[in-house]
């Protein structure tokens, strides 16, 4: 059974989360470059807000990053607008109130600018929250023209509140909460909200000097005014100050969230890249519901797998298709015209063509036997028109050889036969899993490939009887070619010309849909849900200068005075301005949940209540005696006006940080469903690595999921010392029968199931580490040594010209040694199924040429005259025995294995060639180094 890898072919790189002032963050690549490579992304010190000092000046390297981030900042920052909208909603809704409560016709227009002002917050309100703005505005153009309408209205309600009673204290705490709430949620960079809360501050400062000073012309007091307007910008400073900070630590935490959310939301996409490239080759060789059952059984607890009785079959039964043989014919011709790589590379350009008409024709290849060619119409999924399509599908292969036949000058040709009927379909043993095909009909159309004749396709009758008139057909005397045929009595025909015009896209105007897969995936974040961490600090109102009635009398000269003991009895305003800053101060903490800021802020607004209602209610009344004289009465109170306007802004600054909450929940909300996402796909691609790995070699595997292949791609590595091993049960084909008892013959292959497992367990052992399973073939179990890179011999660790020849074809040794323990392990299936099974298995060694014919359908295979001897050996020797060549015997002679001579046999294509049998090992040890090493499964003839 596949298990996990220890060690993974393809590893990801080592994410981290870190973030500093100065640092750099390793993050995956980019879409268009290779899976895993990384780049390094850059926060540097440094800014176009050169206000600031340089450590909180932040910035990424490359600038691409830094504009990314910009993007999602604004996102960030675009819910926490609409809270600055609530906030202005919130001041004029206050006007109004303080204007309703004492009213006169003179705070008339008070009323109706607040109102006005208060129908614009709503409109932007509706359009911003539901995006009915362009995005180019929202972004552009809502941010300032929101600061225009809030300063539009602070000077509103300075003019028209204080026409006749202008005093350097006036709108102030409104001014301060504003400037710090521009910090909190403006969607722009530090640099243009310093400069609009400086520009705010500044003008608000310089129209209440300049009309104070007109005034009072006659009384000014020019050391008092200026102390009030020091006061101010003390203020407006620190208001300035504590908002700078506040944004600086919530780019802190945007810039930190951002990474990890870029940082995990690419990891997520490389993961699905690869798992999707891995599910593509993997479905690529095995049908889909082959792979599903597969990654089923694999991630089944230990306990269950223990508990079966058998080894998994992954074994289906198919009913009406239609199976194609297809062979070159001329192909020892012109392998002997060519070297063996560019025979390869022939082969693997030809077979990328039959791959390309297979998904034309809705064929589902199933292997490459050397030059031969197999495919089905009519599986997994079940088509009327199977025959036709698979007719198709040969007419087109005998057009295609014309492009070999001239590209290599000799006469080459397609012999293609077809037959209908009944396969088993699945896949056999643990260990690189190929689906294949068994039955007799799979028999039967072999034979009708054998009994064919070239460029011509050869059909049966059963395939005949599946046609609907679509082609014009003659007798085609397959008996007289085949004795198989002849002997079971096949009618069989060839194909002249098709009658019914075939679509590009189908058969009989049936289109196929040719699914394309993507690699492309996007890099681009979309963080529109997730919030940074942005519960920093929120900004404080500041006092409304309570909306009183406009005197048509001036001011007495003694009320811009600050006399009076420390200046409470004319300026007790400003001591809740120190509560404005306060509660700054508390919507900057952070790490602390909104109810406790709730009850700090409730704390302060409750104390400072309590002090201007109670403990400084004469000093207020005295404060709005000397400065309003008789028109005191058509006011509200001081005393009540600042401590509404703490609570307001208590509520605001609640209301924001509630929102801050909001968004930091649901970014961990989001990081967690992100990351269980990424285990999820992490996860998958563990099995699917897993299965990948099982069919191909993992150097290989490596190769193919590292970039999209076209179809004529090679992937090829020559070998110059390599063991090739052939290991059959003759005998098993007189115990394989289709009668119900067997289920159509599923028990049997179930049997033969259980054999190559137990073959495949063997490589499990560390001492046949070296080698690699290549393939099997109905009940041939092929077998390479020293194929695998960096194990090849057990010293790979030592250069080649340093390796003395024992050391050199160690893995030889091994292979022998394996074919040794494949005849005691079937020994032992013998002994408890009461069977009597043999193996017939030749050796050879010499150079081969490994690769991958098909980069869209991998078939992983090795070729050469090595591959060839090694078939001859297994083909023509005895069963019971291991039958090898000279140059294989005069090497493993010197590791003690024992031989017994059978004489020269007549070998096709190589004439006659002396042979020996391998019996066994003289000694129960190989001696490695002059050291002794047991080896298991050893047989020792007697």
Same mark, same amino acid.
């Given at each position: 059974?596949?298990?996990?890898? $220890? ?272 599910? $593509? ?121 014309? #492009? ?249 600054? #609640? ?245 017994? $001579? ?41």
């Amino acid at each position: 059974m596949c298990t996990m890898p $220890r060690n993974r072919a393809f590893s990801e790189p080592e994410y981290s989360a870190e973030y500093s002032a100065d640092c750099s963050v390793t993050l995956p690549s980019d879409p268009g470059q290779a899976v895993g490579r990384t780049h390094e992304v850059t926060v540097r010190s440094s800014g176009c807000c050169l206000c600031l000092p340089r450590f909180m000046r932040l910035t990424f390297a490359p600038e691409s990053l830094e504009n990314l981030y910009q993007t999602y900042f604004r996102r960030q920052r675009h819910e926490t607008l609409l809270v600055l909208v609530v906030f202005a909603a919130l001041f004029d809704s206050y006007i109004i109130v303080m204007c309703a409560v004492v009213y006169t016709t003179d705070k008339l227009a008070s009323v109706l600018v607040a109102s006005l002002g208060l129908a614009a917050d709503i409109v932007l309100y509706v359009l911003c929250r539901f995006g009915l703005l362009p995005d180019r505005i929202s972004r552009r153009v809502v941010p300032y023209a929101l600061w225009v309408l809030i300063a539009a209205q602070i000077f509103c309600y300075l003019g028209l509140n204080y026409a006749r009673f202008h005093q350097a204290s006036d709108t102030v705490g409104w001014q301060a909460f504003f400037s710090f709430s521009f910090f909190l949620t403006l969607p722009l960079r530090l640099t243009p909200i310093v400069l609009i809360t400086t520009v705010s501050c500044g003008v608000h400062t310089l129209v209440l000097g300049v009309t104070i000073a007109q005034q009072q012309q006659e009384h000014i007091q020019g050391a008092a005014l200026g102390r009030q307007l020091l006061a101010n910008i003390v203020i407006y400073v620190c208001a300035i100050t504590v908002g700078v900070m506040s944004y600086y630590m919530a780019d802190r935490k945007h810039r930190k969230a951002f990474l990890e959310a870029r940082q995990s939301l690419e990891v997520k996409l490389n993961l699905e890249e690869q798992s999707q490239q891995q599910e $593509r080759l993997l479905l690529s060789i095995l049908p889909k519901h082959i792979a599903d059952e597969m990654l089923q059984d694999m991630k089944k607890e230990p306990s269950q797998k223990e508990m079966q009785q058998f080894n998994t079959m992954y074994m289906y039964r198919h009913e009406n298709v239609s199976i194609l043989f297809a062979d070159i014919v001329g192909f020892t011709q012109l392998s002997s015209t060519c070297s063996a790589h560019e025979l390869v590379k022939l082969l693997n350009e030809l077979f990328a063509r039959f791959d390309k008409l297979a998904a034309k024709y809705h064929q589902l290849r199933i292997k490459i036997l050397g030059d031969c060619y197999y495919c089905i119409c009519g599986l997994p999924d079940y088509r009327e028109d199977h025959a036709a399509c698979s007719i198709m599908m040969g007419l087109a292969m005998v057009e295609a050889i014309s #492009y070999v036949r001239e590209k290599t000058q000799t006469d080459v040709d397609m012999r293609v036969g077809v037959h209908s009927g009944t396969v088993l379909g699945g896949v056999l043993g643990q260990k690189r899993w190929q689906y294949d095909v068994w039955s007799t009909d799979v028999t039967v159309a072999n034979k009708m490939e054998a009994g064919g004749i070239p460029g011509r396709v050869h059909i049966s009758q059963s395939t005949m009887e599946c046609l609907h008139g679509e082609f014009d057909t003659e007798p085609g005397n397959g008996g007289d070619r085949c004795d198989y045929l002849k002997e079971r009595g096949i009618e069989t025909y060839l194909v002249v010309v098709p009658k019914v015009p075939v679509g590009k896209n189908g058969i009989n105007g049936v289109k196929l849909s040719v699914t394309s897969s993507n690699g492309n995936s996007p890099l681009l974040i979309n963080t529109t849900e997730c919030n940074g961490s942005v519960n920093t600090t929120c900004t404080t109102p500041e006092e409304p200068e309570e909306p009183e009635e406009l005197d048509t009398r001036p001011s007495s000269p003694s009320s811009s005075s600050l006399s009076g003991p420390g200046g409470c009895l004319y300026n007790p305003k400003y001591y809740s301005y120190i509560a404005v800053l306060a509660l700054m101060a508390t919507t900057m903490l952070v790490q602390v949940s909104h109810m406790v800021k709730l009850t700090l802020m409730l704390l302060i607004t409750g104390a400072t209540g309590i002090v201007n209602i109670y403990s400084w209610r004469d000093i207020f009344d005295r404060y709005d005696m000397a400065r309003f004289q008789d028109y005191s009465t058509y006011l509200v109170p001081s005393k009540f006006t600042m401590t509404i306007m703490i609570f307001i802004m208590m509520v605001s600054f #609640y209301y924001f940080s509630r929102h801050v909450e909001k968004l930091a929940r649901t970014l961990f909300l989001w990081k967690i469903e992100v990351h269980e996402q990424k285990e999820k796909v992490y996860e998958m691609r563990r099995w699917n690595e897993a299965l990948v790995t099982n069919m191909l070699p993992e150097h290989v595997a490596r190769h193919f999921l590292g970039s999209k292949k076209r179809d004529e791609e090679l992937y090829s590595q020559s070998y110059d010392e390599i063991g090739v091993m052939f290991a059959s049960i003759p005998n098993f084909s007189d115990f394989y029968t289709e009668e119900s008892i067997n289920n159509g013959g599923i028990e049997c292959l179930r049997f033969l199931n259980e054999i190559i497992s137990d073959f495949d367990s063997l490589l499990d052992e560390p001492q046949f580490r070296c080698i690699t399973k290549i393939k099997t073939i109905g009940s041939t179990y092929m077998a390479a040594s020293g194929v695998t890179p960096d194990v090849s011999n057990g010293y790979s660790c030592m250069k080649k010209e340093e390796q003395s020849d024992r050391e050199r074809w160690q893995h030889l040794a091994d292979l022998a040694d394996f074919a040794l323990a494949m005849k005691v392990t079937l020994m032992n299936i013998n002994y408890q199924s009461f069977n009597n099974f043999m193996l017939r298995i030749g050796l050879n060694k010499g150079g081969v040429l490994a690769g991958v014919i098909g980069a869209r359908k991998p078939h992983y295979d090795i070729w050469g005259n090595t591959v060839n001897v090694a078939s001859r050996m297994e083909s023509t020797g005895v069963m019971g025995n291991i039958q090898v060549v000279e140059d294989c015997y005069n090497i493993l002679k010197e590791y003690s294995f024992r031989f017994v $001579r059978r004489g020269p046999i007549f070998v096709k294509g190589k004439g006659e060639l002396l042979t020996y049998f391998l019996k066994g090992r003289d000694k129960q040890g190989s001696f490695i180094n002059g050291s002794s090493v047991t080896l298991p499964h050893q047989v020792v003839d007697s």
